[in-house]
């Protein structure tokens, strides 16, 4: 009677406050709210307010006989008995207030993996998914922190490190220069404040582990500048986003947590986050152009491919690099390219440039024919309005897309396609999700590969070149790719030349296809369609006989196919029974 007391009360009371709050604190969708506010009714306040309710009932009920208690408990079981002669139902006890037995006999003890955020029991020491133990250093020593041990067995071994990478530069001093970082801790602010089933993706500890592994490496601080961050200012923002979406953004200033969309989360401080990451990547494109630095990496959240004109959605508010490219054109740049290598189609930037000639845009990442978030950046949405040809999309048509193939696309459709266009000046949207190890891209691209992407971009404009940080959600992975990238703009990194990738069949198919559509507004692809297409022909005649051979070997004769003994044949030949 007492267990079902504590559960009715958690029901009636909890419940229904909680209910109430969570749709006063949110801009989403009614049924989003609802679904959410089951999970906020198993929280601690709850039952430490049917916790009270209990005592409450204690307190007035100090003089009831043996014969009433009895009544309040199975006869058979007694408080030793039930709640293992734990000290805090002693009956001499005046405050039992946290008095939680159904809980402490069915909770469940589990841990988040701070690498990539997945659910794990409390008795494993390292994450199921990826590997990293539970007390992991990450966020202090970045990606140099071992997965397989705790943080405090870290410490020597990364001084270690960290001293070989700084002695091979010395600490570098604004006034000499030549690659910038776009930082700002206010950015870290920007978090979800309602829990769900485990922390969001999009989360601080993104830049963080970025930031401890370019300090333990020396790099930043040391041999990368600061540029001091400042808010975007409102005109700036009204030449890419319309004044409603401004607006809407601005207006969760005044919310302590809000939702555009349900994965889409602001609180009080994301506004600021958001305008202090578009004024840092417009500053920085205005330096680079100038010539004031030669190229710079915007460290910066949220991230802003998904913003469109009007919307905010898939973890984005404003779009950085739409805001950066206006802020180059501003400084003088009549050409600008943007690279988008996100494993997601960059759907906000298309929209904002979509009939526009002087910036011509280019995404590779996961389409699979619309079935991969957000659906958009089919190889037929080539831009519009006499646009044509400046919006280029490489919509892979599978997950676990690799290094070979981001390769290929980038030595036969990007690179040809940039050239051609002659840029001046070159924005990567970079999005490490398709690193090898992300949870939402399942992709299979490694540091080096980002690395050996970033080498061939930077030959464009003259090296004037802004990497704006996008998704990415492997702290390890995101990390390690990151360093990667600003090695390669720092000089340091040797990048070796990969001429004669070869791609998987579906990737040259999607190279083939995206070739077949853009060389009508890029003639100089031509020349490559025809060399690649007779090696498609090749995977074709060898393909089509296998398929030939294996019909076969395991399809039955016609007059089988109705007769009784199908159901024979299908077991004798181990379910390969291919009927038409």
Not at 232 to 250: G, N, P
Request: proline share 4%; with cysteine.
């Amino acid at each position: 009677m007492v267990s079902e007391t504590v559960q009715a009360s958690c029901v009636t009371n909890g419940g229904t406050e909680s209910n109430q709050g969570f749709k006063r604190k949110h801009l989403g969708s009614d049924e989003h709210a609802s679904a959410s506010c089951h999970n906020g009714s198993d929280a601690k306040g709850d039952i430490g307010t049917s916790g009270l309710d209990l005592t409450a009932n204690v307190d007035e009920d100090t003089q009831l006989d043996n014969a009433s208690k009895k009544v309040r408990l199975p006869k058979e079981l007694t408080l030793q008995d039930m709640y293992n002669n734990q000290d805090a139902f002693d009956e001499d006890d005046e405050d039992d207030s946290d008095w939680e037995p159904v809980q402490k006999h069915i909770e469940i003890l589990k841990w988040f993996c701070t690498n990539c955020t997945m659910v794990n029991l409390d008795d494993v020491f390292h994450c199921d998914i990826c590997g990293e133990h539970k007390e992991s250093g990450i966020l202090k020593h970045g990606f140099h922190a071992s997965p397989f041990l705790p943080e405090v067995e870290l410490i020597q071994a990364e001084s270690e490190a960290s001293a070989r990478d700084k002695d091979f530069w010395s600490e570098a001093s604004a006034s000499n220069c030549s690659t910038a970082v776009g930082f700002d801790e206010r950015m870290l602010l920007h978090s979800e404040i309602e829990m769900k089933s485990h922390p969001h993706p999009e989360r601080p500890d993104r830049l963080r582990a970025i930031a401890a592994s370019l300090a333990a490496a020396g790099i930043f601080p040391g041999k990368c500048c600061p540029i001091p961050a400042r808010e975007i200012t409102l005109e700036e923002l009204k030449m890419v986003h319309s004044s409603e979406h401004i607006a809407a953004v601005d207006l969760t200033a005044q919310m302590f947590s809000s939702y555009f969309t349900p994965d889409t989360y602001a609180n009080e401080h994301s506004a600021l986050a958001a305008r202090l990451a578009a004024g840092l990547c417009a500053d920085l494109a205005s330096a680079i152009f100038s010539g004031r630095i030669k190229n710079g990496f915007a460290l910066v959240r949220p991230p802003g491919h998904h913003a469109g004109v009007r919307q905010a959605m898939g973890f984005c508010l404003h779009n950085n690099a739409a805001v950066a490219a206006l802020a180059a054109q501003a400084a003088g740049a009549k050409k600008v390219l943007i690279v988008d290598w996100d494993v997601h189609h960059g759907n906000g930037t298309q929209e904002i440039f979509d009939q526009n000639k002087s910036v011509l845009y280019i995404s590779l990442h996961r389409h699979e024919g619309g079935k991969f978030y957000p659906g958009t950046g089919a190889a037929l949405e080539v831009g519009s309005n006499g646009a044509e040809g400046y919006c280029v999309n490489i919509p892979w048509s599978r997950g676990g897309v690799g290094d070979n193939d981001y390769t290929f696309a980038f030595l036969h459709v990007v690179l040809p396609i940039a050239s051609k266009f002659a840029p001046d000046f070159t924005i990567i949207s970079a999005g490490f999700d398709a690193a090898r190890g992300d949870p939402l891209g399942c992709c299979d691209v490694t540091p080096a590969s980002y690395a050996q992407m970033t080498h061939m971009l930077s030959t464009l404009s003259g090296g004037k070149l802004l990497v704006i940080l996008e998704g990415g959600y492997n702290l390890r992975s995101i990390s390690s790719s990151a360093t990667s990238v600003i090695k390669v703009l720092l000089g340091e990194s040797r990048v070796c030349e990969l001429e004669n990738a070869v791609p998987s069949k579906a990737g040259l198919h999607t190279v083939l296809e995206v070739l077949k559509i853009q060389m009508n507004y890029w003639p100089n692809l031509s020349s490559s369609f025809e060399k690649l297409q007779s090696q498609w022909g090749m995977y074709s005649v060898e393909n089509k006989r296998k398929q030939a051979k294996q019909r076969r070997v395991f399809e039955p004769p016609v007059w089988w196919r109705w007769g009784r003994k199908q159901l024979l044949y299908h077991i004798l030949t181990g379910g390969h029974c291919h009927l038409k």
